[in-house]
């Protein structure tokens, strides 16, 4: 079965750090790039975050970068988004999804972050 | 950055009938745009990419249209599934962008 499933998320104070994970599985996880994307309560849509297939290229939305960093094991069918320092409105739900270079064409259900004191 | 709008933020529909959303970029996207359905609890899925090719397994009433800064969604009779946050993302520059989401509800 060709899906994502990401974990990892929880209620974290402010300036702490979680590191959330997406499984993959039912295609070749190496062929593709992946990105993170997050969902603020009540918000659109926000892309974080790109890696490409062999981990040589990256790619951060401002807001995260310096404090989030991907990374994928292709070995384990796996991405990974370390967040650092985190802050009070970084609270969303977190999707991994597949890309296709350009757009998402399959994405998880998503984790819940929840940063606060 | 590229803005993407959405309108309208709502928009309510009696089951079908025709929906018509709308997406405006900032500046041109040419045709670098994706259209998501979003339903409570679910994964997103992906509807439309360059503008107006549906994505496998995407039923025909689903059309997308536009180029430039302008693009439309065009559901042409909804039906009890088709009730969901739509929204749509740029992918001609970094970073990627999307617009706030239209959600379709019954009216």
């Known amino acids: 079965q060709v899906q994502l499933v990401e974990s990892g998320g929880g209620l974290v104070k402010p300036g702490g750090s979680l590191r959330l994970s997406c499984a993959a599985s039912g295609f070749t996880f190496s062929d593709y790039y992946m990105s993170w994307i997050r969902q603020a309560p009540g918000k659109g849509l926000e892309w974080l975050s790109y890696?490409?297939?062999?981990?040589?290229?990256?790619n951060y939305a401002d807001s995260v970068k310096g404090r989030f960093t991907i990374s994928r094991d292709n070995a384990k069918n796996s991405l990974s988004l370390q967040m650092n320092s985190l802050r009070a409105e970084d609270t969303a739900v977190y999707f991994c999804?597949?890309?296709?270079?350009?757009?998402?064409?399959?994405w998880g259900k998503g984790t819940t972050v929840t940063v606060s004191s | 950055e590229i803005v993407m709008t959405q309108s309208p933020a709502t928009l309510s529909v009696s089951p079908g009938e025709r929906a018509t959303l709308s997406c405006r970029a900032s500046q041109s996207v040419s045709s670098n745009l994706a259209w998501y359905q979003q339903k409570p609890g679910q994964a997103p899925r992906l509807l439309i990419y360059?503008?107006?090719t549906r994505a496998t397994g995407i039923p025909d009433r689903f059309s997308g249209s536009g180029s430039g800064t302008e693009f439309t969604l065009t559901i042409s009779s909804l039906q009890s599934e088709d009730f969901a946050v739509y929204s749509c993302q740029q992918y001609t520059n970094w970073p990627r962008t999307f617009g706030q989401g239209t959600k379709v509800e019954i009216k």
């Open positions: 890696i490409g297939g062999s981990n040589a290229y990256t």
């Open positions: 999804a597949r890309t296709d270079y350009y757009y998402m064409d399959l």
């Open positions: 360059g503008a107006s």
